[in-house]
């Protein structure tokens, strides 16, 4: 390389997130955790017939939320982003309706359940054109997560459908 076409030290530069690039990361944290702590809930609180499936289900989609913020996160620090997922933050921004205390059946935990995750998956349709515009490498990381996510609420709502 000629030193022509050399680039200095001072022109080298990471690509850093905008406000709404950010912002929409942001969003997409705090469902993820929410639907990571609301599964837990459900995963504690479940009763009925089917109990054992489900709970083992509960723990795949709580599993694979956790893993998602944490992909999230650190992709956020990548971008020099500072991701906030403290628990009044969660509760103030997160688009997931609060799941209701004390045990329920699993016919009503899989509706519960995948109202919840739908509403995740929403937030990641929601934020994906802006973030694909700005940043198409985390956009296929939203591609990933709204996969996944729609796999899980697909295997979960089957547990009610009936044929």
């Known amino acids: 390389m000629s030193m022509s076409t050399r680039r200095?030290?001072?022109?080298?530069r990471n690509f850093q997130a905008s406000p709404q690039l950010g912002g929409n990361l942001q969003r997409v944290l705090v469902d993820l955790i929410e639907l990571?702590?609301?599964?837990?809930?459900?995963?504690?609180?479940?009763?009925?017939?089917?109990f054992r499936d489900l709970h083992l289900q509960l723990d795949?989609?709580?599993?694979?939320?956790?893993?998602?913020?944490?992909?999230i996160a650190e992709r956020m620090r990548a971008l020099d982003v500072v991701p906030d997922g403290r628990s009044d933050t969660v509760v103030a921004g997160t688009s997931l309706p609060q799941f209701p205390?004390?045990?329920?059946?699993?016919?009503e935990v899989v509706d519960l359940i995948t109202a919840r995750t739908y509403a995740a998956v929403d937030t990641l349709r929601a934020v994906h054109d802006a973030v694909?515009?700005?940043d198409p490498?985390?956009?296929d990381i939203?591609?990933?997560?709204?996969d996944g996510l729609e796999k899980l609420?697909?295997?979960?709502?089957?547990?009610?459908?009936?044929v």
């Open 8 to 12: 200095t030290e001072a022109e080298i």
């Open 36 to 50: 990571h702590l609301q599964g837990k809930q459900a995963h504690w609180n479940v009763v009925g017939t089917n």
């Open 60 to 71: 795949e989609l709580v599993d694979f939320a956790r893993e998602a913020s944490d992909t």
């Open 101 to 107: 205390a004390y045990e329920h059946g699993t016919a």
């Open 132 to 134: 694909d515009a700005e």
């Open 137 to 139: 490498s985390t956009a």
């Open 142 to 146: 939203l591609h990933q997560l709204i």
């Open 153 to 162: 609420a697909w295997l979960i709502k089957s547990e009610n459908r009936k």
